[in-house]
């Protein structure tokens, strides 16, 4: 009767989580895009005959793929494949599709369809210059031949401001790559060193010229002529043409930046100057000032559209006028002159950096487009006077490129013909993946952090998997400020899981895998798709899950291929799992479940080797019992350094506050949260952690109003923040203690009041190894510890002053501070680091 019962019960919740999962994915446009293409993804068969053309997201049959596509069909037998093209606009796009439909092998879908998953994942062949988005996952019989977009001149990848988050989806398409396209070595540089795929890179990177310039060496004038009549661009035959192809700007505030008189301004005062009878300006804005200007009645029939070939074009094309523009890189194996009219030179630096001095230009550079106009009229001293700069960078940026570009790429890709210089960046480190999901405020994040630090990159190559928050600046600036030789994956988009698989996924993640039934149910083929999303072709010699509470990420590690995988217990896991918040055990459920997956992993560290003792006893079942080991917590000694040096403080009558954050509240105003500091006339108490149960903050408010009481000169100051907040807010207000408990919330620098301190007190109820600890020491504060059942590991030899976790022991600890002595001892930061760093390496390898 029991088995019936149960068997029912498991029914009845099935059926829920079957409603609730279609409601959760079908939630986001993102959620609903991932699952079409998990299904295209499982049920699409590869085609070995099949190549999937896109550019710039679906802008058109143009750039690299589209050089390639016309390689491949000058060759009958490629001819005789199907040709799919991925197009974001089909009316646009007529001139192309009326080509080519009389021609059965060549097909184009929409963007973002449904066809568009299919094609996607059942396409042999994958040809792009940007990136797909972030649902896409690579299947192991598809090739992936990233052509990239040109060669930069600005600042790219992890070198731009904010570039850990921006590059999250580049970097993840790169890592899917089996061939990186580079038409020189600085482009090379930019794959290796920009994208820091140097160490990881999986594929190979061809360098061998850019594709699309070799339309550059076939002249086709008449077919242009009439692609652009077909756009409705009149273009007169009889007289030169002068190409306005200017890049996009960025706002201060970030996104687009469009001036809509800017271009007609230019082209008339051009015209002002050199006259109409033997020039004619054609403007090619940047894709993206195209989509805001095109409808616009004044640009009508003048902008060359995003869909025609920026090289096709340029054969028409007797000089150029750009600016910071990778455009005239490509225009240089024409040998005609170049112009840079260059308006805000500055402000551009400023906001995404340029890796080319104006001396080194091929042409005359100005901010005053008169200027320009009379370099126009004086063409050929110009093009005498800038020939040697103009010819070291031709030869710099175009020495491959002859015309036979796309022969040689087919050849090596298509043919296996290894006829061309290839690249694999070195591989020399020991490649370590460890993953700290969305850099919570917590300990475990500033061990995370600390950890990165102490690492030593002469021996490892390390990549950080961690969540972000553009919204949170808090975590944002974590992402983004996270220690420069680690190659920063930061995860983007959602887990390509069909409607199916998400159901058996939470109903296993409620279960755990303690029954053979769920090891079954538990969608294992998903959670290896969902790794390859992340991590593509990437090969790690060692995985750490420090985090150890995602379930999600837990799954997919475990997945992972690496000499050895291991998993981080930051605390006793099985007083974690059973911890009651708000009446509620909060973590049960990923915990429960995570415990599960241990057996998974190759190492089970713990953050000390009490916690160790602890978490084995409890929680060890025979197949696990020998993974257990332990490595400290490190201590981010430059941070303590740099906020014991900077502290941001105001005074405000005499009494010292420190400047939490600020915020614009009009163009000549700021807002300013501050904290009030200790003071020196007052017996100041600190605490920091997370407000919840097992910090125990209730009942040294109790204690420390009993002994407020009895010394009307001490404070207590509370630092964090957490799911009892409100409740410990009442409990100061209850016990009219306000004036004298300040409650900081989170901070960047809790050093601050350190600094000003007179005891540090941890009441803590349990722990894993409280990093608090270690930072009071090495600020040189006495302490006050509860005796919590993994406390040996925080101990030093008259140290500190160990109490109980009740009222009583902590009103006694507060007293002894006052009427005798809390011990404190002298603490090296730097050796505790190098002896914990040694822990790590030995525990994971």
């Known amino acids: 009767m029991n088995a019936l019962r149960k068997i029912k019960t498991i029914r009845q919740e099935w059926e829920t989580i079957k409603k609730e999962s279609r409601v959760f994915l079908n939630q986001t446009g993102t959620r609903r895009a991932s699952v079409k293409f998990a299904e295209a993804y499982k049920r699409a068969k590869i085609d070995d005959k099949k190549i999937l053309y896109e550019s710039y997201w679906g802008r058109g049959m143009i750039d690299n793929p589209y050089a390639i596509f016309l390689e491949l069909m000058s060759r009958e037998r490629y001819r005789a494949f199907t040709h799919v093209w991925v197009l974001d606009d089909f009316e646009n796009n007529q001139p192309a599709l009326r080509e080519y439909r009389e ?111 070799d339309l550059l060496f076939h002249e086709r004038k008449d077919a242009v002529y009439k692609k652009l009549e077909q ?75 995003a869909t025609v070939d920026a090289n096709e074009l340029m054969i028409l094309a007797d000089m150029l006028i750009s600016d910071y523009s990778s455009i005239f890189l490509d225009y240089l194996v024409l040998n005609r002159p170049v112009l840079f009219y260059v308006p805000d030179l500055e402000h551009y630096k400023e906001m995404r950096g340029l890796n080319i001095r104006l001396d080194e230009l091929p042409g005359p550079c100005s901010d005053c487009i008169s200027d320009i106009a ?68 917590n300990g475990i994040t500033h061990s995370f952090l600390s950890l990165l630090e102490q690492m030593n990159y002469d021996d490892w190559d390390v990549t950080a998997l961690v969540g972000d928050n553009p919204k949170d600046p808090a975590k944002h600036g974590k992402v983004n400020g996270l220690n420069q030789n680690v190659r920063t994956l930061v995860l983007c988009g959602f887990r390509i899981s069909t409607t199916k698989e998400e159901q058996r996924r939470v109903i296993t993640v409620r279960h755990g895998l303690y029954h053979p039934v769920w090891k079954r149910i538990c969608p294992w083929e998903m959670y290896a798709r969902e790794y390859r999303r992340i991590f593509g072709m990437a090969e790690f010699d060692y995985i750490v899950d420090f985090q150890g509470y995602n379930v999600i990420l837990t799954s997919v590690l475990s997945t992972g291929k690496a000499k050895k995988k291991s998993i981080w217990l930051h605390n006793d896991i099985l007083a974690d799992m ?58 981010n000694q430059k941070r303590m350094e740099y906020y014991l040096r900077h502290q941001e403080t105001i005074k405000i009558k005499n009494r010292e506050y420190l400047m939490k954050n600020e915020s614009q509240t009009g163009w000549d105003s700021k807002r300013v949260d501050v904290i009030r500091l200790p003071e020196r006339e007052n017996i100041n108490f600190l605490t920091m952690g997370r407000m919840s149960v097992e910090k125990n903050q209730t009942a040294l408010i109790h204690a420390f109003s009993r002994l407020h009481a009895e010394y009307e000169k001490t404070r207590l100051f509370i630092i964090g923040a957490g799911p009892l907040e409100k409740k410990i807010r009442e409990c100061i207000s ?27 007190i941890l009441p803590s109820i349990h722990e894993g190894q409280p990093m608090v600890l270690l930072e009071a020491r090495a600020c040189g504060l006495p302490i006050i510890v509860s005796d ?58």
């Open 578 to 635: 059973n911890k009651k918040v708000n009446g509620k055990k909060k973590n049960w459920e990923c915990l429960h479940y995570n415990v599960s997956m241990y057996p998974y992993f190759d190492f089970l560290v713990s953050c000390s080797r009490e916690v160790m003792k602890v978490n084995r006893e409890k929680l060890a079942v025979k197949e696990t019992y020998q993974k257990f080991r332990y490595a400290k917590n490190t201590v």
């Open 788 to 845: 919590f059942s993994t406390v040996n590991d925080s101990l030093y030899p008259d140290g500190q002053l160990l109490i109980g976790t009740d009222e009583e022991s902590i009103y006694n600890g507060l007293k002894t501070l006052i009427e005798g002595t809390v011990p404190k001892c002298k603490f090296d930061l730097g050796t505790y680091n190098q002896e914990a760093y040694e822990e790590f390496q030995m525990a994971i390898q």
């Open 231 to 305: 756009y409705g661009i009149t273009a007169d035959r009889n007289k030169k043409v002068i190409l306005y192809a200017p890049t996009w700007r960025e706002a201060q505030e970030g996104g687009l930046k469009v001036n809509p008189e800017e271009l007609l301004e230019v082209k008339k005062k051009l015209e002002e100057i050199i006259g109409k009878e033997r020039y004619q300006i054609l403007i090619k804005p940047h894709q993206y000032v195209y989509q805001q200007l095109k409808d616009r009645e004044e640009y009508r029939n003048l902008l060359i559209p």
């Open 103 to 213: 021609n059965p092998n060549v097909r184009f879908v929409l963007f973002g369809s449904d066809e568009y998953f299919y094609e996607l994942a059942s396409a042999k062949y994958l040809i792009n210059n940007t990136t797909y988005p972030q649902y896409f996952a690579k299947k192991e019989q598809q090739i992936y031949i990233n052509t990239w977009h040109g060669t930069p001149l600005k600042s790219m990848g992890y070198e731009v401001k904010g570039g850990n988050s921006s590059s999250a989806n580049t970097v993840r398409n790169f890592l899917h790559a089996d061939y990186l396209l580079s038409a020189n070595e600085r482009m090379t540089r930019m794959y290796l060193k920009s994208y820091k795929m140097e160490g990881l890179l999986p594929g190979k990177i061809i360098e061998e010229g850019q594709p699309r310039n």
């Open 734 to 760: 209850n016990l009219d203690l306000c004036p004298y408990i300040t409650l900081t919330g989170n901070i960047e620098n809790p050093f601050a009041f350190m600094k000003r301190s007179d005891c540090f």
């Open 374 to 441: 009379e370099n126009i009229r004086d063409i050929e001293t110009v093009q005498e006077q800038f020939k040697e700069k103009y010819q070291r960078m031709r030869q710099d940026i175009c020495g491959r490129d002859d015309g036979d570009v796309c022969a040689r790429i087919v050849n090596a890709v298509f043919e296996k013909r290894k006829t061309c210089s290839t690249i694999t960046g070195q591989h020399n480190k020991k490649r370590l993946l460890i993953s700290c999901g969305g850099l919570a405020e």
